[in-house]
């Protein structure tokens, strides 16, 4: 069956994930499949298909496949990497209670470092996951700092870091590039946390509610203005500055954001206040006036 519209992205949603490289949908699965989930994970009847298998043709009659056909899950899928796509790989990672250390920062499986279409990980937190559990550490807007596994494991904090403190049945939709690990758990109970990557089978073109798109877009502007930070048009969500930007790192992730906003929209001409456009005005490509 179809899905309704009402479940898939906004056209912000969207432009959110191309400057974070996640977003974050808190408490969404209800405490009563949470729980469910639980016990499976627990008698260990979280079982992966074979690495490209159709998504629908995986977890049949379990609770995992119920939260993943539930529409608000159907719509984040849908709107990122298309209908039914591809099992990758799963993990259900246990942190154990008063570990000693926590995983080193990273980024998952990066292999291809120049591609514009992206898989996603789903991150689910079956219950509630305080501060002091450690949670999942990201680092917003790192999905294009293209890094090899474990390079950066040596750095224990980043400016602008997010540990994901969450109540059960939270939901994180990530970009596969970016940075993230899991804290060290302090207390005395075992931390879960299920993740699912996925392949996208069709270009990723225009998947989410666009009816929204023109309006949130608004016209070409020029020149780069004192309101890029307090509106929110696509233009000011591609160009808001992470905290460990500095000038020229925060210049290429704006370019970084546009290009993966062009392929996603189809349009090569989008730019966000002239970024783009001032590098592609090379002068052999310009009609004499
Ligand atoms: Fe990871």
């Known amino acids: 069956m179809a899905l309704d519209k009402k479940y898939l992205l906004t056209t912000r949603q969207m432009a959110t994930f191309v400057a974070k490289g996640f977003l974050r949908f808190d408490d969404v699965v209800p405490a009563e499949l949470n729980e469910r989930i639980m016990r499976e994970i627990d008698a260990g009847g979280v079982k992966a298909s074979r690495a490209a298998t159709p998504l629908s043709q995986c977890y049949a009659g379990t609770a995992v496949k119920e939260m993943l056909d539930m529409p608000e899950v159907q719509g984040m899928i849908q709107s990122l990497v298309g209908p039914d796509p591809l099992f990758d790989h799963q993990a259900v990672h246990v942190r154990q209670p008063n570990e000693a250390a926590a995983q080193g920062m990273h980024g998952d499986s990066i292999i291809d470092t120049s591609r514009q279409a992206f898989d996603v990980q789903l991150m689910y937190f079956p219950h509630d996951v305080p501060l002091e559990m450690g949670g999942t550490l990201v680092v917003p807007g790192s999905q294009y700092r293209r890094i090899n596994e474990s ?78 930070y307090v509106t929110d048009d696509i233009q000011s969500i591609l160009e808001r500055q992470e905290p460990w930007f500095e000038n020229a790192t925060g210049r290429l992730e704006i370019v970084n954001r546009i290009k993966m906003w062009r392929f996603l929209t189809g349009d090569d001409h989008f730019d966000a206040h002239y970024w783009l456009t001032r590098i592609e005005n090379e002068p052999q490509n310009l009609e004499l006036a």
Not at 187 to 209: A, C, E, G, H, S
Not at 212 to 223: I, V
Request: with cysteine; proline share 4%; glycine share 8%.
């Open 151 to 228: 390079d950066i494991a040596r750095y224990q904090n980043f400016i602008g870091q997010v540990p994901i403190v969450c109540k059960a049945g939270t939901l994180l939709v990530l970009h596969h590039g970016i940075w993230h690990c899991g804290r060290r758990n302090q207390t005395d109970k075992m931390r879960y946390m299920f993740k699912i990557r996925l392949n996208p089978r069709v270009r990723q073109l225009r998947l989410w509610n666009t009816e929204d798109l023109e309006q949130a877009q608004g016209g070409f502007k020029p020149l780069f203005t004192r309101e890029t």
